[in-house]
């Protein structure tokens, strides 16, 4: 098991970027985060349906599975969860631009995060992520990434263009 503090969605270093709402994750070899702004993104970009595969609810805020108070409904197993595709690439998108300016080496460790789920490491690979992860570059002249602290401004605009 490699442990490391990087996002394994994005490639940030979840102690540079992305520490708040950050989540444990592990990918089966890799153990590392999902951070703050992916875990966000995921939530925002959910979409619920109902039995009868009608769209009834969109992000975190409209889960269906819960009433006003926060109770759990008794039929809330009816309902499935679904993510949106297109929104969440194009927050991808952006948000890979971004990171891989801060960490040139994201690139090549989403590579490795995409890879271990489906097949199993080599000990000459995982020695290779370990190198990685120790030596990951960051480019601290991009040191702030203010597109991404506006409390997910970007997510909320991704929705607002979503619903027009
Ligand atoms: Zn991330």
Redesign the pocket.
């Known amino acids: 098991m490699i442990n490391t503090e990087l996002?394994v969605?994005?490639?940030?270093n979840t102690r540079v970027d992305?520490y708040v709402n950050r989540v444990p994750r592990d990918t089966g070899i890799i153990d590392g985060y999902?951070?703050g702004?992916?875990e966000e993104a995921y939530e925002d970009a959910q979409i619920w349906y109902d039995k009868a595969g009608k769209i009834v609810g969109r992000g975190e805020d409209e889960d269906p599975r819960f009433d006003a108070e926060g109770e759990e409904l008794v039929n809330s197993d009816d309902f499935e969860r679904s993510i949106d595709d297109k929104m969440y690439e194009k927050y991808e998108k952006e948000?890979h631009t971004e990171?891989d300016a801060m960490f040139p080496d994201a690139p090549a460790f989403r590579e490795w995060c995409q890879k271990d789920t489906n097949e199993n490491l080599s000990d000459e690979d995982q020695k290779q992520v370990q190198t990685l992860v120790k030596n990951y570059r960051h480019n601290k002249k991009v040191n702030q990434i203010n597109q991404w602290n506006t409390a997910g401004g970007v997510l909320e605009s991704l929705l607002r263009e979503k619903s027009l």
């Open positions: 996002c969605e994005c490639g940030t992305g999902n951070c702004r992916c948000r990171i």
